[in-house]
């Protein structure tokens, strides 16, 4: 089966681009065919893309946009330029992420292409249904043409979606979302999986990373964006310092909150209770995840949350706002504990953990076995591969 991938901009490994990535790799293991198009793609990326794997870039010199806004503007303006580069011998297509619709569009309606699509929605776009609050006050002056436009878009986006013959999604959360949203059946392939580290290689994490034995380390890895409310977490520390003053915090991503959250971290006077790691490499993440006590996850709605999955892996106990994906992924008072978005509340939960090593230990060990047990990325690919299996017969 040749399988073509769509994918607009792959920009790091966060969990869109892991999950491409591993649908390639383990597509191409079981032998199939694979071609991923995608209007550019980071140097830093490409290698770690599969070595057999045929890869397009469409628009390399997207990369040269750093504003993430602008970026994204440009992202789906120019992402219909990809239906061109689309092997016509493909059997089936998949489109990743909601910029991909408007090549889905061009490929169907334009190029009256016939091969069946399939739409991997790994969250509608969010800046138009349940985020508005936290993205349209950071366009500035743009914010009110946009706000206007917004039934357009969402209207499109719908109209668009249904285009596809197939939209998947990778839990249940998302399915039931979808379907409320999209009004029509959505399947779910996932969930998304993690490996499992293998201890003798997490020794000496701290020393590696410059921490004292001593210090408690809370973590959080986040792309830097309002709607994953790492401010929640700043604005907990001064409680949990109180009773647990050898705290650190450690926040690792990059994005456009970086600068905000920055002097808030300057004007609450913890510059040396909370470090920003700025963006680290798949290679470097372990030492971070390694040395962590517990780890910390707040965005508001994550459609799925693979960095919780990632820290329960590594044997941490995950303090979790119980929205969203999470919801399925931490099993509250086993490996961690779900809380409402609330600072005093997400105070309570660290220090309890921080002070009580058994209670943390526990929690850790089952969260490990969990992971283990139940999210495994081989078993989602075969499912994604089953659904592209099922539908190129429908369509001989």
């Not at 597509?27 to 065919?33: A, C, I, T, V």
Request: glycine share 4%; aromatic share 10%.
């Amino acid at each position: 089966m040749f399988i073509c991938n769509v994918f607009s901009d792959l920009r790091s490994l966060a969990g869109g681009e892991k999950l491409i990535i591993k649908i390639c790799d383990e597509s191409l293991k079981l032998g199939h065919q694979v071609t991923l198009v995608a209007l550019s793609i980071e140097n830093s990326l490409k290698p770690v893309l599969p070595e057999s794997l045929k890869w397009i870039e469409v628009m390399p010199s997207l990369k040269r946009i750093r504003n993430h806004y602008l970026r994204i503007f440009f992202e789906n303006i120019f992402a219909c330029r990809i239906a061109g580069y689309i092997p016509k011998q493909a059997d089936v297509i998949c489109f990743h992420r909601s910029p991909s619709l408007s090549p889905l569009c061009y490929f169907k309606k334009m190029l009256c292409r016939k091969t069946p699509t399939i739409y991997y929605c790994y969250e509608p776009p969010r800046f138009a249904y349940d985020l508005q609050d936290e993205v349209l006050p950071r366009l500035g002056i743009m914010s009110y043409p946009v706000k206007l436009l917004l039934p357009f878009f969402r209207y499109f986006d719908r109209k668009l979606t249904r285009l596809a013959e197939k939209v998947i999604v990778f839990n249940n959360y998302m399915k039931e979302w979808l379907e409320d949203i999209y009004q029509m059946p959505v399947t779910s392939v996932g969930p998304l999986g993690a490996e499992i580290p293998v201890t003798s290689d997490l020794e000496n994490s701290r020393a590696k990373l410059g921490l004292a034995e001593n210090d408690r380390i809370i973590l959080t890895v986040n792309r830097l964006h309002p709607r994953k409310r790492v401010d929640l977490l700043i604005q907990a520390m001064p409680m949990v310092l109180a009773k647990i003053p050898n705290a650190k915090a450690i926040i690792v991503g990059s994005g456009p909150e970086e600068n905000r959250l920055n002097a808030l971290v300057k004007n609450s006077g913890l510059n040396n209770s909370i470090l920003f790691a700025g963006f680290v490499s798949q290679e470097k993440i372990t030492a971070y995840y390694a040395t962590c006590d517990i780890y910390v996850h707040l965005a508001k709605q994550e459609p799925f949350g693979l960095t919780v999955i990632e820290a329960q892996a590594f044997g941490k106990p995950v303090i979790s706002v119980a929205e969203g994906g999470p919801k399925e992924n931490v099993l509250d008072g086993e490996t961690g504990f779900l809380i409402d978005a609330d600072v005093v509340t997400l105070s309570e939960r660290i220090i309890q953990l921080l002070r009580d090593d058994k209670l943390r230990i526990q929690f850790g060990e089952k969260a490990r076995k969990h992971i283990k047990e139940n999210y495994d990325w081989r078993s989602s690919v075969q499912k994604f591969l089953k659904v592209c299996k099922n539908l190129k017969n429908e369509n001989l």
